[in-house]
């Protein structure tokens, strides 16, 4: 059932560390079921200024003092401790007109991903305050002088200005990459479901888990917010096109060149294959992902499924089997189990997709569902924000104008014909540009073809099939490690997207200097940088080895005799180390060589201590390559040296990266690779 009539609350801005009631009583919002005011929403009175001051200078530095693992660590416990109140968030969301399903995707949804970066962040970045991007560039012919570029987090705070309909999700799939970046935010939600946004924060801050200032919140109009920020800021924004162009050609953001985000409109094309006619696994498939993303959330998601293009020999079939599945969805208030889609999010959204769906008519007509007419199981009919499911027909698509112009942000989508896979390709390219379009086939040629045709003009793309029907996240799920955005009408953004997300409130610099003052930037080893000899570094725990700690191997000689042992050993007769003949015709070697395994082999066995220590183990190499042949009666030795250490917040040993070089009598590198191993903290243990 629905939460019970309650006294409308005045919401509160959280802005320069405290919460601020704005100066007037504010705009009644209303819930969407029922029509009654949830909530008074004003933010006149507030230092707009001032919060971009505060997260500045209070928050900025807290953040940045961080290391990366800190910040994800932080993240985690945030996520966990908020899945721990998700029922008070869901008995919130009601009010918004979603079901327990749809909250699920904003609320747990939104929680997870807090928890897919936090892991993302233990997982993928180092226990660093600043990251390396791509490889050493050396500038001299003497390696003297090189170029290394980094990512540092801006110093200035990230504005996310988001969207009515995902109250939760909206902010912390925003705010997660941000703060794991180590930049403070501002947060202005969409005013119409603020009021859970609102209570989401408010349980936030009082877990003392963030910083002083690294998430603040405003309630209502961002009045003069974006006249003071500078190039260290950034700005995101999801809604509509027209709102966002307006936001973008702000003087200061113009002015100073403020990185700006944007998640607009998505005419979002769905695509049935030749192949897949009534009958089949994807035709099935097919139907069942149009009328979902018809309904969950009413259709009010921006990856939702507008325009569906399928074969004409199927439309009919498609239009009929829409029809009686989208006449199975129980209409009503979101809190009766039996209610499978709920209303709009407001009264001003219905009226606002009646419009679209008048101009829509101009080049379609409705096949199923009246927007007037609406019938529910619950509620009341005209005080709640209810529409039926509408289903439209455009017999001639590449005639039309409106179905590839007009976004009816509801239950509305359009099917349209087409003849050969080019036209499909060329329809979903009408849309200028989506979030996400798919594809539903079981064709790999199709597959191709779509995809490929269709990547350009989209973010994401699906292809649906029968092997991915159970696994499959399907057409609408933004997924953490995707990116999330589109060019074009899309906004041309990309949000998430693993640690792309990360980056994005980064700076990326080149910096260039001797290896060893760069090593000091950097935090990681570079060739020509001080080593420093003495104890086997593999005796050394990580309270004792630094980086630089390096090893020089005594020598091995390589025989005819080694390498046939480990030919037959391991099963490995590759003819260019069994047959003189044969690897002498190889452009690549003058007679027979050893395994490049065998070579990695020969040095774990030059630089390893046998004894126990703190070196836990080997988890694997990185960029390994073999540079040199080695045949019979070279000789190898190995330069080892600790390159990184990741010390492991939570456990008692961390990761560290060691440079391995081998060579071979004569000086040239034959080998080259990182080594990780697991190091203990302390040795003894515990010591």
């Not at 000899?533 to 191997?553: C, M, N, W, Y």
Request: hydrophobic residues 40%.
């Amino acid at each position: 059932m629905n939460a019970p009539t309650r006294t409308p609350r005045r919401l509160e801005s959280y802005v320069s560390g405290r919460w601020t009631l704005g100066k007037k009583d504010g705009q009644p919002l209303l819930d969407a079921a029922t029509g009654e005011t949830v909530a008074l929403i004003d933010s006149s009175g507030v230092d707009f200024a001032g919060a971009l001051a505060y997260g500045r200078d209070v928050a900025g530095p807290k953040l940045r003092a961080m290391s990366f693992h800190d910040r994800a660590g932080m993240l985690k416990a945030l996520g966990l401790k908020l899945m721990e109140m998700k029922e008070e968030f869901y008995a919130e969301s009601l009010h918004t007109g979603a079901t327990r399903a749809d909250g699920w995707i904003d609320i747990e949804g939104g929680i997870g991903t807090m928890l897919t970066f936090a892991s993302k962040g233990r997982r993928e970045l180092p226990n660093t305050r600043v990251l390396t991007d791509g490889e050493v560039e050396v500038l001299s012919k003497d390696g003297s002088f090189v170029a290394q570029h980094i990512l540092s987090p801006l110093q200035g705070v990230a504005v996310h200005i988001n969207a009515f309909n995902f109250p939760v999700w909206g902010m912390l799939e925003k705010i997660a990459p941000t703060l794991l970046a180590g930049v403070p935010c501002i947060v202005k939600p969409a005013s119409q479901t603020a009021y859970l946004t609102e209570l989401v924060t408010r349980r936030i801050i009082e877990t003392g888990i963030l910083p002083e200032g690294a998430l603040q919140l405003i309630s209502g109009s961002v009045g003069d917010l974006l006249d003071h920020v500078t190039g260290q800021d950034a700005v995101t924004f999801t809604g509509s096109a027209w709102t966002g162009r307006k936001l973008k050609s702000h003087p200061a953001i113009v002015e100073n060149s403020v990185r700006f985000t944007m998640e607009a409109d998505s005419l979002n094309a769905t695509i049935l294959g030749t192949d897949a006619g009534p009958g089949t696994p994807e035709f099935d498939l097919f139907v069942k992902e149009v009328a979902r993303e018809m309904t969950t959330k009413a259709g009010q998601k921006c990856t939702a499924i507008r325009r569906v293009i399928a074969p004409r020999a199927h439309v009919d079939a498609l239009v009929e089997a829409l029809r009686d599945r989208l006449a199975k969805t129980a209409l009503g208030l979101p809190g009766e189990e039996a209610t499978r889609m709920g209303p709009l999010a407001s009264l001003d959204q219905r009226d606002e997709v009646r419009a679209r769906i008048k101009e829509l008519q101009a080049d379609a007509e409705i096949v199923a569902g009246n927007p007037d007419d609406v019938r529910v199981a619950s509620g009341d009919a005209e005080r709640g924000a209810f529409l039926n499911p509408v289903l439209m027909y455009c017999d001639k698509p590449f005639a039309a104008q409106s179905v590839h112009d007009v976004e009816a942000f509801g239950p509305v989508s359009t099917v349209m014909p087409y003849d050969t896979l080019d036209e499909a390709v060329e329809l979903a390219r009408r849309g200028k540009g989506s979030l996400v379009s798919s594809v539903f086939t079981n064709d790999p040629a199709v597959a191709r073809d779509v995809t490929l045709g269709v990547a350009p003009f989209h973010g994401r793309v699906l292809i649906g099939n029968r092997e991915t029907a159970k696994s499959s996240t399907g057409h609408g799920s933004p997924l953490a490690g995707l990116i999330h955005g589109g060019p074009g009408r899309a906004g041309g953004g990309e949000e998430m997207g693993g640690l792309r997300g990360v980056k994005h409130y980064m700076q990326r610099t080149a910096v260039q200097g001797s290896p060893q003052l760069l090593s000091a930037v950097t935090g990681r080893w570079i060739e020509g940088a001080e080593a420093f000899h003495g104890v086997h570094p593999f005796r050394k725990s990580l309270a004792e080895l630094k980086i630089g700690d390096q090893l020089v191997t005594a020598s091995r000689t390589v025989t005819q005799e080694d390498v046939e042992h480990f030919a037959h050993f391991t099963g490995d007769t590759f003819y260019a180390h069994m047959d003189s003949e044969a690897a002498k015709a190889n452009p690549f070697f003058d007679d027979r060589v050893a395994h490049g395994y065998l070579i990695a082999s020969f040095a774990a066995g030059l630089f390893v201590d046998p004894a126990p220590g703190p070196v836990l183990a080997n988890y694997g190499v990185d960029n390994l390559r073999f540079l040199t042949p080695v045949y019979f009666g070279d000789t190898l030795q190995v330069r080892l040296t600790c390159k990184e250490i990741n010390p492991r917040a939570s456990a008692e040993h961390g990761e560290v990266r060691w440079d391995c070089q081998v060579t071979n009598q004569n000086g040239q590198v034959v080998a080259q690779y990182d080594v990780l191993t697991m190091v203990a903290k302390t040795w003894p243990a515990n010591a």
